[in-house]
């Protein structure tokens, strides 16, 4: 674990402990009425206990949770990226959805005809085609 996330995660714990203690100071037996008022329960009010901590609780542990996965989402690279060996260098549509396909795999290179229901090998590329020998 890196000393961001360390940090990230130390945050999140004391998030939760002080949002925990500031639930359980509140008083469960008080009343309270719009303009300031407060009074004691009466005798007609419902006994039991509340699940409100621990919904609070629980909601702040997964909002944390959910927002470490997102920031580590963020900085992490994706698995497949490095590991990619097979590329389409270049393609030529030869009409009615045939194609002329150049593949890279592994530093060689190979020549693909692509039609609906199959791909065919024509022939390996090597770095310099017979065009460009006569040329030289």
């Known amino acids: 674990m890196t ?4 940090r990230f995660l ?18 469960d037996t008080t ?5 300031g008022t407060s009074s004691a329960p009466s005798s007609t009010a419902p006994s ?3 699940l409100g901590h621990v919904t609070l609780l629980v909601g702040v542990v997964l909002a944390a949770a959910g ?6 989402g ?3 690279s994706p698995l497949g990226r490095e590991v990619r060996q097979l590329t389409l260098s270049e393609t030529r549509s030869l009409g009615n959805r045939q194609f ?3 593949a890279t795999y592994e530093n060689r290179k190979f ?13 390996p590329l090597h770095d310099a085609t017979p065009l460009e020998k006569s040329r030289s």
């Open 3 to 6: 000393g961001r996330a360390r």
């Open 48 to 50: 039991g206990g509340s």
């Open 10 to 27: 130390a945050r999140v714990v004391a998030f939760v402990l002080v949002a925990a203690s500031a639930a359980s100071a509140a008083d």
């Open 67 to 72: 927002g470490w996965f997102v920031w580590r």
């Open 31 to 35: 009343i309270l009425f719009p303009g």
């Open 74 to 76: 963020r900085h992490a």
């Open 100 to 102: 002329l396909v150049v």
């Open 111 to 123: 020549l693909l005809g692509v039609c609906p229901g199959r791909i065919d090998l024509i022939a």
